[in-house]
């Protein structure tokens, strides 16, 4: 039998990978120069760009603490990332780098910072999916930010202090974050300056305000944390609630009580002018609380009837049949207004009566102490120069008392602050400068890229082309 051999035959749908190579060897001229065109394109442009006339010094900075998630500061002011390339952070930053600071200087630094948020890949993706399906987005707050700062080449600055620059200002905006939100609240510490002039008659005033505005806020914070301890007091704020109590029991009523037993004031005339004024404020305070009082009165008695009524109508619809379908009950629609009406006028007539009470206390106090000082008006207070002396020795001890508490209270809450707002601000990455070779070295490898992947194309439409052209 006569063999007859036969040329394997090239499948016409394909392409031999001998001949793919081959091309691919005949197209290297045009590959090789697309590619350079590439690089030759990314470079120039990172230069028109700017690249070589701007130097881009980045850093990166992370937010954390209660209520960022709502795009909200701890005291629910609304937090804005521009908040860190304000004028008086960007001016405090370069004063202490020892920049001359002029406000053409400090424009053109502010103007050259920018704040950009980071979303990573991940939040985009799933919010795609969100807004694919058609389900609300809710706005999202990045918590974490690339600052840059980007300044002339030829600016008057050197790369290593352009740096710095950034990382002060990072490092003034979180003085100045701790300064706010770390120190201890502005409503009390201050009677001392407050008592620098005053009448004796106001120490009474000053010292019992100040008292009850320490032991509200020690009494807040004792019941936010419980079982937080300082580590430079090893005082706890339930411990520093009861040294506030000890304070106002021995040191505060001393000297309280040496006034009020002595009569002591700079001037007793002006001091039953002083009373006389704040009695008759009082009465009008409480001639409105007791007209509010009455007004809340009535309408809770009103509510009361409408209540019952509401009672019985709800009563009488639940015996009737219902059907399968949802019905919204109009009844019970109305009870519910009805109580909640209800409850809100209890709340306020209770509050109208407290602030009523509140007031006639205040009244009576002030009543005994104004007769206290009536007494004492045709006596002369230079003839009590012992009382006089006893007052000055039991207040300087109060002073010293007042200042050892206040210091307590005040490394107490900024160790409990600080242990709550360490994470808040932190450089996730140090302030760099991207180098010029560096800059030139990726956007000519970038585009490099580019331009040969486009010259592979090319080749291998040049080959289909031509495969389609024999066949």
Known sequence: MNQSTQAPQRDDNGIELSELVGHLRRSFRLIFGTGMLGLACGVASYVLGGGLLNVNTTTRVVFSFPGFEKGLYPDGSRFQPEDLRSPEIVAEALKRKGIQSTADLQGRVRSALSIEGIIPESIIRERDKLRATGQAIRPYVPDEYLVILSLPRRFPLPVSQREMLLDEIVSVYQEQFVRTYVAVPLNFGKAFETLNGADYFDYDLVLKRENDNIESFLTQMATNARSYRSPRTNLSFSDLLKESELFAEIRMNE???????????????????????????????????????????????????????????????????RTESMVVDQGLVDSLLANDSYNFLVRKALDASLNTRRIQANKAVLEERRTSMESFLKSDITDKAESLGQFQKSYEELHRSYDSLMKEIRLTYEDYQRQQFGDAIRVSMQAKTLNIYVGIALAALVGATTGLIGGLGFALVKLGTADTRRA
């Not at 009008?284 to 009165?297: G, I, L, T």
């Not at 809770?300 to 619809?317: P, S």
């Open 255 to 321: 000297v309280l009580g040496l006034i009020r037993r002595e009569g002591l004031s700079r001037d007793r005339k002006v001091a039953m002018i002083k009373m006389d004024y704040y009695l008759k404020t009082l009465n009008d305070e409480e001639s409105k609380a007791v007209e509010d009082e009455k007004v809340v009165r009535e309408l809770l008695k009103q509510a009361q009837d409408r209540e019952q009524n509401y009672a019985i109508g709800i009563k009488t619809q639940a015996t009737q049949s």
